[in-house]
């Protein structure tokens, strides 16, 4: 496996991420709304790095799956998500790829009424964006390239390791 992003690259980017998110978000009541399950390791080393009060939902949206490479449709289970009502609403996910999937969840997450609504995620492939809009909130652009690692996945494997790596063909057989 090719290593695209290095543990440390990860961990400076996420720190200064959360300083730009306290600045920004500071003396404001901000809910992080942690897309299930890519963002998870993403959400756990964030929270930490930010110094303003805020609270934390979950949200599974998934337009992946198994040993998928490309988006399908898009699933949402919003049964874990708190109130957003009057609150500054921080969407985090893993990846844009395309977009779609955060797309519908803004689409999805607006009329529960928060203050506002924007988007950070750890990746962003913009050669593969959809939409009109891109992240508010970004750690890295990354080119065209299927990645895994710090909570990216292929069939459930390879969330554990703390970089962002491009598996080759080996990799991806030993993990089915």
């Given at each position: ?7 440390q ?29 890519g ?8 929270i ?11 949200i ?8 998928r ?8 289970n ?9 609150r ?5 996910d893993d ?6 999937t ?20 750890l990746?962003w ?9 891109r992240?508010?909130y ?17 069939n ?14 080996e990799?991806l057989?030993a993990?089915?």
């Amino acid at each position: 496996m090719r290593i695209l992003i290095s543990e440390q690259r990860i961990s400076e980017r996420v720190q200064q991420l959360g300083q730009q998110l306290s600045a920004d978000y500071s003396g404001r009541p901000l809910t992080i709304v942690a897309v299930l399950t890519g963002s998870l390791v993403l959400l756990a080393d964030l929270i930490r790095c930010i110094s303003t009060p805020l609270k934390v939902t979950l949200i599974s949206a998934s337009s992946y799956g198994g040993t998928r490479t490309t988006s399908g449709e898009l699933s949402i289970n919003d049964s874990m998500l708190s109130d957003l009502t009057g609150r500054d609403v921080l969407v985090l996910d893993d990846i844009f790829d395309t977009g779609r999937t955060i797309d519908g969840l803004l689409q999805h997450l607006q009329v529960r009424n928060p203050a506002s609504l924007k988007t950070a995620v750890l990746l962003w492939k913009p050669a593969r964006t959809e939409v009109s809009f891109r992240p508010d909130y970004c750690g890295f652009q990354i080119p065209d390239e299927f990645v895994v690692g710090y909570g990216l996945d292929y069939n459930d494997h390879f969330r554990h390791l703390p970089f962002i790596g491009i598996p080759d063909a080996e990799d991806l057989q030993a993990a089915v």
